[in-house]
């Protein structure tokens, strides 16, 4: 196996990219930092584009961590139209918990692991994830304008959401509209596609009825899984609006992860 040099240069191989549905792989020590592991490659999807991270654990011969977070450090930025805030490349951390970190002094770089990730809490992220684009999708056909005074997102386990700039307070109506819309695409029960853009990895597409939006995240094939979309607003103050979507009804389906051998 060829692992990358220690300069700036280096970048984890994204297993996740490959194949979304992989629970563990074997794979090499690059760095050891004060608290956290850098791998040759991983399975662990770090925090990004509002995605919260994976956590998972590393088994050395030594003995196993379980990592807390993961977070990917000095990418490039992506020079696509629409990509604004994504990037290439870059070298994907994964934060020990603070109980384990008495032995990480005794972890070598090239020493050999295996990493494993909490298969339900990214099940449950993919599922919040991909029902966070219906609520976005939803929210803009009625709102054209969100668009561009989008703030930000959080997507979390149980729920997501988006912030927006408004001119002009949603009503009551509206938000029983964008939560009757968001449910429409859902039961329309098409495709989602998500693919990368002119063979950038890092830079993905995700596609469902002709709407379009770059994002890297992780995402469900199919959006039933998610059941009846629930839609509710909280007002952050004269101008900010907070979307939030729930889903009651998800089913957490795990059946399609397994081992892998990728390195
Ligand atoms: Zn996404």
Redesign the pocket.
């Known amino acids: 196996m060829n692992t990358p040099t220690n300069s700036i240069l280096r970048s984890t191989h994204k297993l996740y990219y490959k194949d979304q549905y992989l629970r563990s792989t074997h794979t090499k020590v690059v760095r050891v930092n004060s608290e956290s592991v850098e791998l040759y490659s991983t399975i662990a999807y770090p925090e990004g584009?509002g995605?919260e991270a994976d956590f998972g654990s590393i088994e050395f011969p030594i003995g196993t961590m379980r990592f807390i977070w993961v977070k990917k450090l000095y990418g490039t930025p992506i020079r696509l139209d629409g990509f604004k805030g994504g990037t290439l490349g870059g070298v994907i951390l994964h934060v020990i918990h603070p109980d384990d970190l008495y032995f990480l002094d005794q972890v070598m770089e090239g020493m050999n692991v295996r990493v494993t990730i909490d298969i339900f809490r990214r099940q449950r992220l993919t599922l919040s994830?991909?029902a966070?684009?219906f609520l976005y999708a939803a929210a803009i056909s009625l709102r054209e304008e969100l668009k561009q005074w989008t703030l930000g997102c959080h997507?979390k386990e149980d729920s997501s959401r988006f912030d927006f700039l408004v001119e002009d307070p949603l009503s009551s109506d509206e938000i029983v509209e964008i939560e009757r819309r968001a449910n429409v695409l859902i039961t329309c029960n098409e495709v989602i596609k998500?693919t990368a853009v002119q063979e950038v990895e890092d830079a993905r597409m995700?596609t469902y009825q002709g709407i379009n939006?770059p994002?890297?995240?992780?995402?469900l094939e199919s959006p039933l899984l998610i059941g009846h979309l629930k839609v509710r607003r909280k007002r952050l103050g004269k101008a900010k609006e907070r979307l939030i979507c729930e889903f009651p009804n998800a089913v957490i389906d795990v059946s399609r992860y397994h081992e892998c051998d990728l390195r």
């Open positions: 584009g995605q994830h991909t966070s684009h997507i998500h995700w939006i994002c890297g995240g992780t995402h």
